[in-house]
């Protein structure tokens, strides 16, 4: 088992920044690439974001590349979404996820991951 929790989410105001954390406990965190994903009301989950299991590589989606970025500290079992420049279209729940061991590196589905924390709340107004 993997436990997450996700925080840093809240209110701020277009153009600003924020940068969320994920804690992971249970079993050896380094095993594991990890995702974000985010989920607007009314909309279905989409994934933003991957990282390696040492933090080698990383994946966007299109519409956060060059404003997000993922990273992770193995030594602290967390990984972190770094996101500047948000939009009013980035508000959304944004959840961190462990992926699946048999799954390869690189993939946004989601179906791919099987741990998931609780998400955190990201609203930004315009």
């Known amino acids: 088992q993997v436990q997450l929790v996700e925080s840093g989410g809240g209110l701020v105001q277009a153009g600003d920044s924020l940068r969320l954390s994920c804690a992971a406990s249970?079993?050896?965190?380094?095993?594991?690439?990890m995702g974000w994903f985010r989920q607007a009301p009314g909309k279905e989950r989409e994934f933003v974001a991957a990282?390696?299991?040492?933090?080698?590589?990383?994946i966007y989606a299109d519409s956060v590349k060059g404003r997000f970025t993922v990273s992770r500290d193995n030594g602290k079992n967390t990984v972190y979404l770094q996101m500047n420049s948000l939009k009013p279209e980035d508000t959304a729940v944004y959840y961190c996820?462990?992926?699946?061991?048999?799954?390869?590196w690189g993939t946004g589905d989601a179906l791919a991951y099987d741990y998931w924390g609780q998400g955190t709340q990201v609203t930004v107004s315009s």
């Open positions: 996820a462990v992926q699946k061991l048999a799954s390869g």
């Open positions: 249970g079993r050896a965190f380094s095993s594991y690439h």
């Open positions: 990282v390696s299991r040492v933090g080698g590589r990383t």
